[in-house]
């Protein structure tokens, strides 16, 4: 799949890996040119702009172009641009989007710990199995 392909706006998603850690987090793509470049609305956890610019993390966005219908692009590059006073994320992609299957992954929200439900709701290990902190 091409980035001219893209329709605008559609939902994203950004994974980030570093070692045996990684996080998913939504976005919305709001312009795409030249086949080479995505442009997103930034990611905020707790109203903080998330920044993905550090080294050595291994980044893929996956788009929906329909429901249940995702590509992804690997090895992707992104940096905060900033316009018109706002800031946005650019993603630089050298190669085209695969067909791909959503994250099972929840997205990041918060960094903030959730409280233990009580034991007669949920037991502790249910509720953490499937958390991404």
């Known amino acids: 799949m091409n980035v001219e392909d893209i329709p605008v706006p559609a939902m994203a ?14 976005t919305t793509v709001i312009q795409t040119t030249d ?17 993905f610019e550090a080294k050595g ?8 172009f329909a429901p249940f ?3 992804a692009w690997k090895n992707i590059s992104i940096i905060k641009f900033v316009e018109d006073g ?17 994250w ?7 960094q903030k710990k959730r409280r233990k439900e009580a034991p007669d709701k ?3 290990d249910e509720a ?3 958390s991404a902190e």
């Open 104 to 110: 099972p992954d929840k997205p990041v929200t918060t």
């Open 86 to 102: 706002k800031s946005y994320l650019r993603i630089k992609t050298t190669t085209p989007g695969v067909k791909a299957m959503a």
């Open 128 to 130: 953490e199995a499937g």
């Open 122 to 124: 949920k037991p502790a």
């Open 13 to 26: 998603t950004i994974k980030v890996s570093k070692e045996d850690k990684s996080a998913v987090f939504e």
């Open 35 to 51: 086949n080479k470049y995505i442009y997103c609305m930034p990611v905020r956890v707790d109203k903080k702009l998330v920044n």
């Open 57 to 64: 993390m291994l980044k893929e966005l996956k788009i929906e």
């Open 69 to 71: 219908e995702f590509y």
